[in-house]
C-alpha cells in the first residue's frame, strides 16, 4: 500500500524511521527557514510554536507531533511533501579561480591550428577552456580526425569556419555562431574566411564527476 502524507506525518510524529528521520526534519525545516530569511521568532509567530521548541526540532532535540507537524505546514503556507522533501547536501565550495590576461594561456601550436589553452595553472578542471586560431584552409590538411573524450562547446570569436564532423556534413560557422558536440566523435576545423579565424572552445571532462 502507498504511504499517503498522513501516514507520513504520523510515522514522524511516532519517531519511526521508513519515511523520513526527525533529524532530517530538523534540518529540512532550517533550510525552508532560511530559504526564506526568516528568523526563529518570525516562524515562531506564523505558526504558534515556541521559538524554543522550533529551536529544539532544528536541532533534533525534540520529535515533533503530529500537531506540530500540522502546525509547521499551515503557518509556513507549505505542503507536506515539500516539508519530508530531504535537504539539499551541503558541498563546501573550493573557492577556486584562475585568471587567464589576454595572450597569456598556454600555447600549442599544430600544423592546423594554434591552440591557447585558457586557466591552465588551475588543476583537476571540470571544463577546459581554450581559444584557436584555425589555420587550416583545407581538410586535406588532416592527417586524421580530431576526436577525444567528453563534449564541446564551440562559439566562433572571429571570420568563418566549416565545421567537419564524423557523422554529418559540413557545417558553415560565421562569427558569433555557436555548437555543441560529442568530442569523440570525428572533428575538424577548416578557415573559410580571408583571415585565419578565431574560434573559443569548452570541452568537458570525462573523467570528472
Not at 76 to 101: E, F, N, S, V, W
Request: aromatic fraction near 6%.
Amino acid at each position: 500500500m502507498a504511504t499517503t502524507d498522513q501516514d507520513a506525518a504520523l510515522q514522524i510524529a511516532s519517531g519511526r524511521k521508513p519515511f523520513v528521520e526527525p533529524l532530517r526534519l530538523g534540518k529540512r525545516l532550517k533550510e525552508i527557514r532560511l530559504a526564506n530569511q526568516w528568523t526563529l521568532e518570525d516562524v515562531s509567530q506564523r505558526t504558534g510554536l515556541a521559538r524554543s521548541t522550533l529551536s529544539k526540532i532544528e536541532n533534533n532535540q525534540l520529535s515533533p507531533t503530529f500537531t506540530v507537524v500540522q502546525k509547521l505546514i499551515g503557518g509556513l503556507g507549505i505542503d507536506l511533501p515539500q516539508l519530508l522533501r530531504p535537504p539539499k547536501p551541503q558541498t563546501a565550495t573550493m573557492g577556486r579561480r584562475d585568471l587567464t590576461r589576454a595572450g597569456d594561456g598556454q600555447r600549442h601550436p599544430t600544423p592546423t591550428y594554434e591552440h591557447e589553452l585558457l586557466s591552465h595553472q588551475l588543476a583537476q578542471k571540470r571544463m577546459i577552456p581554450f581559444k584557436t586560431i584555425v589555420r587550416a584552409r583545407s581538410f586535406d590538411e588532416f592527417q586524421e580526425w580530431v576526436r577525444h573524450d567528453g563534449e564541446e562547446f564551440l562559439i566562433v570569436l572571429e571570420g568563418s569556419i566549416l565545421l567537419y564532423t564524423e557523422f554529418y556534413e559540413p557545417v558553415a560557422l560565421e562569427q558569433g555562431d555557436s555548437i555543441y558536440f560529442d568530442s569523440d566523435m570525428g572533428h575538424a576545423l577548416v578557415s573559410i574566411s580571408e583571415a585565419d579565424a578565431s574560434v573559443l572552445s569548452v570541452c568537458t571532462r570525462a573523467d570528472v564527476g
